[in-house]
């Protein structure tokens, strides 16, 4: 798993730029996508990015030299603690090849298999994947256990809703009623948290800048039903006032709306609180 998360650390420091979101299933569990070079200048992410760029560093790549977006599905088999993660890199400059490269690199010391995926070349091992799709389309796959199937990823048109979310910097969504099988088999989720998914059919958090230097987080949550939305609305609203009692707790600015099915809480940390924090 040393190699998977190396890989992942690599992967999501690339940015990226056309829509990599249509090569991810859209029957994964979830999805989502970043701008990174949106991301990059939220000044919550400061700290992260400069890590990253010190990580790149030691491939000879810096931050700076790359644009594009990061797509990113995962793949929950139901009744099973198994999962499939895959990401796809789009890139504005072609670089997929040198990165490439550096994966290779970093994994060359192990007895790797070489494929071939339709018009793409790669490696894989036996828990992940890396596939080269031109000179500006990089993949790379990750299975949480070994003998689970891999998707060959392929372009599909996106509908509305896609279209609309991938103009944030970035987003995520959930099909919770999908996932909840895997939660629920999973030691670390209390009966508690997946009482609460039962009624959620599906997730979306959206991150945006504000004006101020700020970040906004939109989560919504589609309920089942109306009554379990009510009953969502009134747990957020008892939870966020018993938060305003502590008077050492900084809460930033928190809406809480319903909309017929849909529990929307928007966040928003001003930058004036990031930058007490940083």
């Known amino acids: 798993m040393k190699r998977f998360a190396t890989g ?52 000879g790549l810096c931050a700076n030299d790359l644009h594009g977006k990061l797509a990113f599905g995962i793949t929950a088999f139901p009744g099973e603690a198994k999962a499939r993660i895959d990401f796809v890199a789009e890139f504005d400059q ?12 970093s994994d060359s010391k192990r007895p790797l298999k070489k494929i071939k995926v339709g018009n793409a070349t790669g490696y894989q091992d036996k828990d992940y994947r890396v596939l080269l799709y031109g000179k500006n389309l990089l993949v790379f796959q990750g299975l949480l256990e070994e003998n689970l199937p891999y998707a060959d990823l392929k372009p599909s048109p996106l509908n509305a809703k896609a279209k609309a979310l991938i103009t944030n910097t970035a987003f995520a969504e959930v099909n919770l009623s999908a996932l909840l099988p895997v939660l629920a088999k999973n030691k670390h ?36 039903t109306p009554e379990s939305c ?26 809480i709306t319903v909309n017929g099915n849909d529990l929307k809480v928007s966040v928003i940390f001003p930058g004036s609180m990031l930058n007490k924090v940083q």
Do not use: C, W
């Open 189 to 224: 989720i209390t009966p508690q948290m997946v009482m609460f998914a039962e009624n959620i059919h599906h997730a979306t958090l959206v991150v945006n800048p504000t004006k101020d230097n700020g970040v906004k987080f939109d989560l919504t949550f589609s309920h089942i």
């Open 230 to 255: 009510q009953a969502s609305q009134l747990l957020a609203t008892m939870t966020l006032d018993m938060l305003k009692k502590n008077p050492d707790a900084a809460i930033p600015e928190t809406v």
């Open 8 to 59: 992942l650390a690599l992967m999501t420091s690339i940015l990226l730029a056309a829509a990599p979101l249509e090569y991810i299933p859209r029957t994964s569990t979830g999805r989502g996508q970043l701008d990174f070079s949106r991301v990059v200048k939220l000044p919550i992410f400061e700290d992260p990015v400069s890590k990253i760029n010190a990580e790149l560093k030691k491939s």
């Open 94 to 105: 072609p670089i997929a090849q040198k990165i490439f490269d550096e994966f290779y690199k």
